[in-house]
């Protein structure tokens, strides 16, 4: 399976550099902006059943994925409104420098893809699909969107890059639980425990032979001190 989606992925992107493609006409262009942009208010609200409705899942590994996927946008949701309302200025800046998306690694891309979804670089039509280019600068992540009982759905083979969707079905999990507990910690309010918990994500993710807490603290990790001060610039006082 992962072989088929790779395949089909390489053929979308040799289909784009050549050049052939056409724009879409007015009203699938049109049906397809307003999917996307429905994705991607149902990710900012934290809506799971919203971004659930955005995509047609082939099989039953993709039908896991997306649970997972409709999962992680309610605990960013969660996530962005603690950080606001729990945390001051300093400690955003020393949490995220204003930005909540970082503070869980490998997080932010969905963010960012969801983000995307409302104002897509580039849209090209290929008869059954539409190819979604969601960034200018990023031509491996194609969203296909094909019409399904009427309406258009997107695909998540776009969002693979190749990769095995269980494998990637259990790390997106995995950062669905750590952003629950980390919410769960800025909720509290208490910097020390925030640190804990963050630091402890780091750990998990260089494994019991990572090193010393010194070297990866040492090694740029991204949370810093809470009692040290600083002179980066100011956090944002107010979500974006």
């Given amino acids: 399976m992962r072989n088929v989606i790779a395949t089909t992925v390489v053929v979308l992107l040799s289909t784009l550099a050549a050049g052939c493609s056409t724009k879409p006409p007015r009203d699938v262009d049109a049906a397809v902006r307003q999917r996307l942009t429905k994705y991607s208010e149902a990710w900012k609200q934290g809506d799971a059943n919203g971004v659930r409705d955005s995509f047609a899942p082939r099989n039953a590994d993709e039908v896991a994925m997306l649970d997972a996927l409709a999962q992680l946008a309610p605990a960013q949701a969660k996530l962005r409104t603690a950080y606001y309302e729990k945390l001051g200025p300093t400690g955003r ?18 963010e960012s893809y969801a983000r995307s979804a409302a104002h897509p670089y580039d849209l090209v039509y290929k008869k ?93 990790s991204t949370t810093r001190s809470a009692t040290a001060p600083t002179t980066r610039r100011g956090a944002k006082e107010n979500p974006p």
């Fill in 93 to 110: 800046i020393i949490f995220g420098d204003g930005d909540a998306t970082t503070l869980v690694p490998g997080t932010r891309q969905w």
């Fill in 128 to 220: 059954a699909l539409v190819l979604v280019q969601l960034h200018e600068n990023d031509r491996q992540t194609i969203v296909p969107a094909r019409r399904v009982d009427g309406g258009w759905k997107l695909e998540l083979g776009g969002f693979l890059h190749g990769k095995d969707v269980p494998e990637m079905t259990k790390t997106m999990r995995l950062q669905v639980d750590r952003t629950n507990e980390l919410t769960a910690a800025v909720g509290t309010g208490d910097a020390r425990e925030v640190q804990r918990v963050m630091l402890k994500h780091i750990m998990d993710l260089r494994g019991p032979e990572g090193g010393t807490l010194e070297e990866i603290m040492g090694a740029g």
